[in-house]
């Protein structure tokens, strides 16, 4: 067995090395973002082999409504390039790890204009058959709330509370019935019960406390009696 | 005994079915061609009956969900009525029906309100309540003063 397994990784880094093989790339599908902040368009790859020193990225970009892309950032030989002419002129910022086979870029100050097609590209020699992969930018004044959200949170917040007071009565309920503990709205009942039933007598007790202890003494001299 | 309780009971299904046809029905807010409700906006432009879904801003949607659950709360309401009604003892008075009633109208009051208030930002200035809004409006004190007289009804043999 361990022969095989050594067998077959010989075989496999024999063979691999000598054809290139393809590279899948990541980007995400639909960013949404507010007119005026930045965000992070990210990048990155998938290939059978370590990251080589002649990995390159590169962002092409799209505006609606045109059919013609202009590159404008490229990283390529530990170095990177960015837009200093186009329409990203001092908004684009490498903010990539290539060791790490990330090629994101940040765009700072987004405008309407920025409407469009983000492409990149990667390759990672020898590696390099793969299709680019797009994210499409929406530039917003107020990102849109979908129909139905809040209506939704609002409707289960309130019915889950509900549903919360229901379980915790129950609970109460069932705890003060097994005589885990005993509530204190009884207590007072009790001792209001107590209270009234001593104003009969000549002198009401004012300290609680002298309740207590006529209770006790009665006990006991009920215990005393049960003695007997 | 009876008649008291049969006009509670009707009472009761009169303001859930005000709030039932408030809530559905699209006339919320209306001018001479377009009506629009908590749902949707309809229009007559051109010749041609047109509707769109309503705006999704944040206060029409708190509007639709105090609706809601306006309308959960009153059913809700009145299956406890019938609940309590076997199974309280003599002499009870039916507080959960009651709240659960006052609730329902606390809610209605309140999406009404905010319909009221927020209205204008996404209704244009030409159109004038409708009246599935006066329905709302209506449904409140009947369903306050239900509730009001679940909590002063004493149960009787």
Request: aromatic share 12%; proline share 4%; net charge positive.
């Amino acid at each position: 067995m361990l022969t095989f397994l050594a067998l077959a990784s010989v075989v496999l880094l024999g063979i691999v090395p000598e054809q290139s093989q393809a590279i899948v790339i990541y980007t995400g599908w639909e960013r949404h973002a507010l007119v005026g902040s930045d965000i992070r368009l990210s990048c990155s790859f998938f290939s059978w082999r370590w990251t080589s020193e002649d990995v390159t990225f590169s962002w092409t970009y799209r505006p609606d409504g045109s059919r013609d892309s202009i590159s404008i950032f490229h990283y390529t030989g530990g170095a990177a390039y960015v837009d200093n002419k186009g329409p990203f002129r001092d908004r684009l910022e490498f903010v990539g790890n290539p060791s790490r086979r990330d090629g994101s870029i940040l765009i700072k100050n987004l405008e309407f204009s920025d409407n469009g097609t983000f492409t990149c590209d990667a390759k990672n020699p020898p590696d390099i058959v793969g299709r680019p992969s797009s994210v499409r930018l929406l530039v917003f004044e107020k990102v849109p709330i979908q129909a139905g959200v809040i209506t939704g949170a609002i409707i289960g917040v309130v019915l889950g509370l509900l549903v919360l007071i229901v379980v915790i009565y129950y609970l109460m309920r069932f705890l003060v019935a097994r005589r885990v503990f005993s509530l204190s709205v009884s207590k007072h009942g009790k001792k209001k019960k107590e209270g009234s039933q001593q104003r009969q007598g000549p002198v009401p007790p004012a300290d609680p406390s002298k309740v207590k202890a006529a209770a006790s003494e009665k006990k006991k001299q009920e215990s005393r009696k049960d003695k007997k | 005994m009876l008649l008291l309780l049969l006009g509670i009971i009707l009472l009761h299904v009169a303001a859930l079915v005000l709030l039932f046809v408030s809530t559905i029905v699209s006339v919320w807010t209306t001018s001479e061609t377009s009506t629009s409700d908590l749902w949707i906006n309809c229009s007559t432009a051109n010749g041609g009956y047109h509707c769109d879904p309503a705006s999704t801003g944040e206060w029409i949607q708190a509007v639709q969900a105090l609706m809601i659950l306006s309308i959960i709360f009153s059913c809700l309401s009145l299956f406890l009525f019938f609940c309590q009604l076997f199974t309280l003892q003599k002499g009870g008075r039916f507080f959960l029906t009651g709240t659960f009633q006052i609730l329902a109208s606390l809610f209605v009051m309140s999406g009404a309100i905010i319909y009221t208030v927020m209205s204008p930002d996404w209704v244009p200035e030409t159109d004038y309540f409708g009246y599935s809004y006066i329905l709302a409006w209506v449904a409140f004190p009947l369903a306050l003063i239900s509730g009001l007289i679940y909590v002063i009804l004493r149960k009787r043999e």
